[in-house]
């Protein structure tokens, strides 16, 4: 114990991390924090082994062996580092910090003015050449991928030293304290007159970037607090709209002051994990890194997991929030506030729009945007995994509308539609132009089944465009109404084969309540 500590301040400062919210995904470190610190307070931190550490906190069985089972020493790994993250962000004020030193497992209860350095855990980010039409990175993480390459080497060394303590427990050693980064800030200058619609790529600062879809992403703006922070391995991230569209990210404690017009919108937040999850930088998987998401000083996200919301690590994952309109001061304001580690954000869309709903969604299988006979815009294939694309040159017989029927997107895929909480109208749209055709003369009729799930729930089952539509080339359209997004925002359709691949030429999602 520190000279000015208690055993109440250290008990409050027990509780207070438990009850922070930074353990709510992971029980496993709650209770081994609680049971050091327990013990540690009861005056009997000499009873802190590796053993009982296993079988009383973690649930081990009593013929535990840690000569086979690393549970503890791998939990305390991660102890350690969502303690470090912790201090760093929510519990940079508290007077007191618990610390629990490399090679040991009894905690400290450190004065902040005299704290002990933790286990470091600085993530190497790697800088991959830029592409021609793909955003570049920004040039402070250009410095930062040199600075990264000393970083490696140095990390090499730590985790050969951190090999060693666990090896001779009673050797201990602290490694250097990391430097504070410094935050950015923005110092551009707004334009006279706020935007209709803002779209930028956060912590990217080249010149504005034109997807496949027409639309024009600028760099990063408004912004006060966090780093600008390259993506390691831009090809990896499923879902994008372009390859190496997700390239850099925002990364900290940060905040956006948009200003806009008055009217409402609807605001799309991306998100990629590439730092946490199963062959990134830093491992781990869900809730290593857990942050708070703001709107207008109003929290609408509470311990947001990008590996959680998107399913895996390496997946765009889009929130959107419907009726968002700017504060009083004429600017929306969004706060990104980390719990357990750093909050990061890829990109961002603020979209005017109707009060009480969002925009249309209209995707066409097919690598460019189409505009029908009625002028309504059909944007290019987006927000699918698996699959793919392939023209079909045989146009369908029975409608007048045919640019949307003139390629498909074949295979076992997904969709992961990101909506706004509400109901909404589902309409897909099928031609058989494969089968029954001069291309392939096998039967039409029998020769493709499958079936179509929306958030898990069956809307097709067998499903044979053919015999539905009464033959090859020629189109069916089916409607489903009263969907409803899921827990993380998103309507999740699935086509799985049964016999041949699943198709789909396009789909329509509108908003009806």
Known sequence: MHVGNTPELERAELEAVLQSGIFSRAPNLANFLQYICERHLEGRADQIKEYCIAVEALGRSPDFDQKKDSIVRVEAYKLRKRLSEYYRGAGADHPIEIVIPNGQYAPKFVARNQTEPAESNRTVEVVSPPEAGAPEATPNSKRGSRAAKIGGAVGIVALLAAVIIFALPRKTESPATVPPVKNEVWTGTPAPTPPSEVRFIAGYHGKPYRDRQGRVWGPDAYYNGGQSIAVADPRAVQAQPDPNFIRTKRQGQF????????????????????????????????????????????????????????????????????????????????????????????????LPTLPGKIRPIRLVAREASVTDETGQEWLADEYVTGGRLVVRRDSVVNVREKSIYESERYGNFCYRIPLAQGKYRLTLHFAETWFGTPQNTQPAVGSRLFNVFANGTALLRNFDIAKEAGGANRAIVKTFDNLEPNAQGELVLEFVPVINYACLNALEITETE
């Open 255 to 350: 905040h956006y002051d948009i200003p806009l017009r008055n009217g409402t919108y609807e605001l799309h937040l991306l998100f990629a994990e590439t730092d946490y999850g199963s062959g990134n930088p830093a491992g781990g998987a869900e809730s290593d890194r857990l942050f708070n998401i703001s709107i207008n000083g109003r929290i609408m996200i509470t311990n947001f997991d990008a590996i959680a919301e998107a399913g895996a690590a390496n997946r765009l994952h889009r929130r959107t929030f419907k009726d968002i309109s700017p504060a009083k001061d004429g600017k929306l304001h969004i706060a990104f506030d980390p719990v357990t580690a750093p909050a990061f954000l890829n990109a961002l869309e603020v």
